[in-house]
């Protein structure tokens, strides 16, 4: 069974708009990471967050954590064309071994 | 790429002939990752291993097989291959620190027909 669910599935926005998705979970974790995937390559990690921290920032990235929600979001400020890729979010358990990957959000950014 | 390269990078089979792919690291990290990616599913894992000759099945593991008995090395292979195993396969590795993310190789796209 799934740990992660992406929400929407698909997103697209104008250049210069903010983008928002969510991800959540069903099981305790360790920490949760997104990862971006442009199209026909690999992932590549973004940001991870442990379970005790509620919000990280990095660049132009704004992830949050609510684990009584058992939900994180990532907000991408000022988007721009080069931001369109899928966006997954991963969680990994307790005993941080487990990485569960969710089904992604598509992000289109027009210019 | 962090250092971790797959092949073949396309692969187009038949069903009921055996395939394996391979998976190479420079980074002599101890855990490295089989997926395969379907729409709709993300990332599924496959089977994984935690070192030497230490491997354990994924999510999906029917159908599939691996061995590790080099570091560098993880492969993976399809006994027999069928229909519902073509899919894009990912490799990746990670190190043993708290925390620690998993880097990706650059894909495996996999057609049985």
């Known amino acids: 069974s799934q740990q992660g669910e992406e929400d929407p599935q698909a997103l697209s926005i104008q250049e210069g708009e903010n983008a928002t998705m969510n991800c959540s979970y069903k099981?305790?974790?360790?920490?949760l990471q997104w990862y971006r995937q442009n199209s026909g390559r690999g992932l590549v990690h973004l940001i991870l967050?442990?379970?005790?921290?509620r919000e990280k920032h990095s660049g132009r990235l704004r992830v949050t954590l609510d684990t009584s929600k058992k939900s994180s979001s990532l907000l991408i400020t000022a988007s721009r064309a080069a931001d369109t890729a899928s966006y997954f979010c991963?969680?990994?358990?307790?005993?941080?071994?487990?990485?569960?990957f969710g089904p992604g959000t598509r992000l289109s950014v027009l210019p | 790429d962090a250092g971790i390269t797959q092949s073949p990078r396309h692969k187009v089979t038949e069903t009921g002939t055996p395939v394996t792919l391979r998976c190479h690291q420079t980074e002599n990290h101890r855990y490295m990752y089989w997926y395969r990616q379907d729409p709709g599913h993300g990332l599924r894992l496959i089977h994984y291993?935690?070192?030497?000759?230490?491997?354990d099945k994924g999510e999906v593991s029917d159908g599939y097989s691996v061995s590790r008995s080099k570091t560098e090395d993880f492969l993976l292979t399809l006994e027999s291959a069928t229909s519902s195993q073509t899919s894009v396969y990912f490799c990746?590795?990670?190190?043993?620190?708290?925390?620690?993310?998993?880097?990706f190789g650059p894909g495996t796209r996999l057609l049985v027909l």
């Open positions: 991963a969680t990994v358990d307790n005993y941080g071994q487990n990485f569960v």
């Open positions: 967050i442990r379970s005790n921290e």
């Open positions: 291993s935690y070192g030497v000759k230490d491997t």
């Open positions: 099981t305790s974790i360790n920490n």
């Open positions: 990746a590795i990670r190190g043993t620190s708290e925390g620690e993310t998993q880097y």
